[in-house]
């Protein structure tokens, strides 16, 4: 057990603190789209908001508790308890909230016996090494992303290794009913084809339970063999036709995407890809001009480059005008400087690439959990502080846990890295002012920095490496009715698009009330609900807002807040600013570390999360709508493919 509740017992807030939270009705930022997206997503076991708090809350002054017990570290039961109030507090009313990972996993049984992988957002591996362990890779990848983590993976790897035909041995190989089964299969499978072992007569799946059975540790639902059966069936198919092949940037991707795509099959898991290549791989580049492989599973990853300050962006420049990709990394930025305004210090010189959704720097093997705070939602510095610290100490006590993987382990340890992540940030810049918001930016990373200098004493543990970012926070900013990260409101009028499980009951709940429901283009057993949306105080949409403010108020965040990264995707019009962005990436290479362009029209992807719409098609679609009703048993969770930070997100 990583979290031994059992032996030393756990943290329960107080039955009379509670109840008043219970008869408070819930503020939901977005109405009827923020509650179908809470129960779709983060209520376990059809919890109330009050619940989903107190679960959190208690779950993280567990974690602390128990590492001050087994540490023999000083534990003041008065002093916590009061943080903890006003943590859940500050939850409850939507100053702050954990990830989506949090809401869904923090405090429970599932947590304490399996370790902190699946509270972690995001994850990076390098295939750097393969020609010594080819599958490593990509097993950690699918083991990742199997608990909701979303990977980076870069191309490292090519050219160090040639597939060869692999020997079959008359046995079955019966795959296990657990992460570990599914990992071991395709473990042997690649493996075979790389001269390591053989590949068996059949695979037996017989184990594997059946669709919609519910997993009672982790919590949804499972999604059957089929998915597995597609994913080792389609390997198989790839490597066959790669047999004699060095491996290059293309097998590479399609094995992380056709691992991306099983894992979510059914549509009872979501996480994200991103892969990273070489500025001047054109076989990389050209991925996605396969249409039908796009469609298939090349959906599956955002692909970015390494690029470099001096560069010419030409070439990729043209690319990026077309269909958004690729996004860029500067490494080197990464490496050397934690924010842009401070003096490089190279503290994150091993760093070998990013998230999916690029507010995280990452090395090979690492995870970071983030955390998310609302600055429009405050009147004043200082209880903006406070909501800093209760969501510093969030962050910072995730890192008490140990993941299941030893070394990842050894990487999150030493590096207890976090990020601290403010969303809705056009609308505090709307509420304070632009200077006075970044005072605040400027103010609140020195409290952060202090904080951890003193919290990280008190509990005998490195300093975090780094700890700000501005993460996308796609349905997280759905609960509070934020504008998500640092981008612009969409449109006074528009259909915003939720992806859900077929046989979730919110599926039907949403039909029979009168919303559109309509089958997802790309994932099997997916329904894509459209909420028609109005915004009453908008100020200017994304349409009114230049390519180069956007990108520019993505390099002040650099400079003023985050040491991580800023997780931006700058929306454009193909017809006016397409060739602005090779100036661009000129202008700000020395001042970012990733970026994301997409088209505002003709990306060529379907059932995208926004469509703006008229005020007369909203009055419309709204003179449809009945109130939700039904009885709702909770399956876990899907999100968008289409990340606002530049993440594809895989539902």
């Known amino acids: 057990m990583f979290i031994d509740v059992d032996r030393h017992g756990a943290f329960r807030l107080e039955d009379e603190f509670i109840a008043p939270y219970r008869a408070r009705p819930v503020h939901w930022g977005f109405g009827a789209l923020s509650w179908v997206t809470y129960k779709r997503t983060y209520s376990r076991d059809n919890e ?71 509270l972690n957002n995001c994850g990076f591996i390098s295939t750097k090494n393969i020609a010594s362990d080819y599958a490593g890779p990509f097993t950690w990848t ?27 041995t008359p046995d079955a190989h019966v795959i296990g009913d657990s992460r570990e089964g599914w990992a071991d299969a395709v473990g042997r499978l690649l493996n075979a084809f790389a001269g390591r072992g053989s590949l068996p007569a059949r695979w037996d799946y017989s184990q594997i339970r059946p669709r919609g059975t519910p997993l009672h540790g982790f919590g949804g639902a499972a999604s059957g063999p089929d998915p ?35 894992v979510v099959a059914g549509g009872t898991r979501r996480s994200a890809q991103i892969a990273f290549g070489d500025a001047d791989d054109r076989q990389f580049l050209d991925l996605k001009l396969d249409h039908e492989k796009l469609m298939d599973y090349r959906w599956a990853s955002n692909n970015s480059i390494f690029a470099s300050i001096g560069m010419d962006y030409a070439d990729a420049a043209r690319r990026t005008a077309t269909n958004g990709e690729p996004g860029y990394l500067w490494l080197d930025n990464v490496r050397a400087y934690g924010r842009m305004k401070d003096p490089a210090n190279w503290a994150d010189n091993n760093a070998e690439g990013s998230n999916p959704c690029v507010e995280q720097t990452l090395w090979d093997r690492e995870l970071c959990c983030l955390v998310e705070t609302f600055p429009a939602h405050h009147t004043t510095l200082d209880d903006y502080k406070q909501t800093l610290r209760v969501a510093f100490l969030y962050a910072k006590i995730v890192t008490l846990v140990h993941t299941h993987d030893e070394r990842t382990n050894v990487v999150m340890l030493r590096n207890r890295r976090i990020g601290c992540s403010m969303t809705g940030i056009v609308q505090a810049i709307n509420k304070l002012g632009y200077r006075e918001f970044f005072r605040w930016c400027e103010a609140g990373y020195a409290y952060v920095q202090q904080y951890d200098a003193e919290f990280s004493a008190r509990l005998a543990i490195p300093r975090s490496i780094k700890t700000t970012s501005i993460k996308p926070s796609g349905t997280v900013s759905l609960l509070a009715g934020a504008t998500p990260g640092v981008h612009w409101e969409h449109a006074p009028y528009y259909l915003r698009r939720v992806r859900i499980a077929d046989n979730h009951p919110l599926t039907e709940m949403c039909r029979r009330a009168g919303y559109p ?80 362009f997409l088209p505002a029209a003709k990306h060529g992807y379907e059932q995208t999360p926004y469509e703006e719409i008229t005020a007369e098609r909203y009055a419309v679609l709204v003179a449809k709508l009945r109130p939700l009703e039904g009885q709702l048993e909770h399956e876990h969770e899907l999100e968008e493919r289409f990340c606002e930070g530049g993440a594809c997100d895989l539902t």
């Open 48 to 118: 109330a908001w009050w619940q989903t708090c107190r679960r959190v809350i208690e779950g993280m002054i567990t974690i602390q508790r128990v590492h001050c017990i087994e540490q023999g570290l000083p534990w003041n039961e008065a002093e916590v308890r009061q943080i903890a109030h006003d943590a859940y507090d500050r939850m409850w009313s939507f100053k702050w909230t954990p990830p989506g990972r949090g809401l869904w996993i923090m405090g429970t049984r599932f947590l304490y016996e399996h370790g902190s992988a699946a």
């Open 142 to 168: 699918m083991g990742m992303t199997m608990l909701g983590v979303g990977v980076g993976f870069d191309t490292r790897g090519k050219g160090t290794l040639r597939l060869v035909s692999p020997q079959r």
């Open 228 to 262: 597995l059966r597609q994913m080792i069936d389609s390997l198989q198919e790839l490597y066959l036709g790669s047999v004699g092949q060095t491996v290059d940037a293309r097998i590479i991707v399609d094995t992380m995407n056709l691992i991306g795509r099983g």
């Open 517 to 596: 429901v309509e089958p997802d283009r790309y994932s099997a057993h997916t329904s894509v609900v459209s909420f028609p949306t109005h915004v009453r105080h908008i100020g200017r949409r994304k349409t009114e807002v230049s390519i180069w403010e956007k990108v520019d108020l993505a390099a002040q965040l650099q400079r003023f807040w985050s040491d991580n990264q800023v997780s931006c995707t700058v929306d454009f019009d193909p017809d006016t600013e397409a060739g602005e962005l090779s100036r661009i990436l000129s202008a700000y290479e020395d001042r970012l570390k990733g970026i994301v």
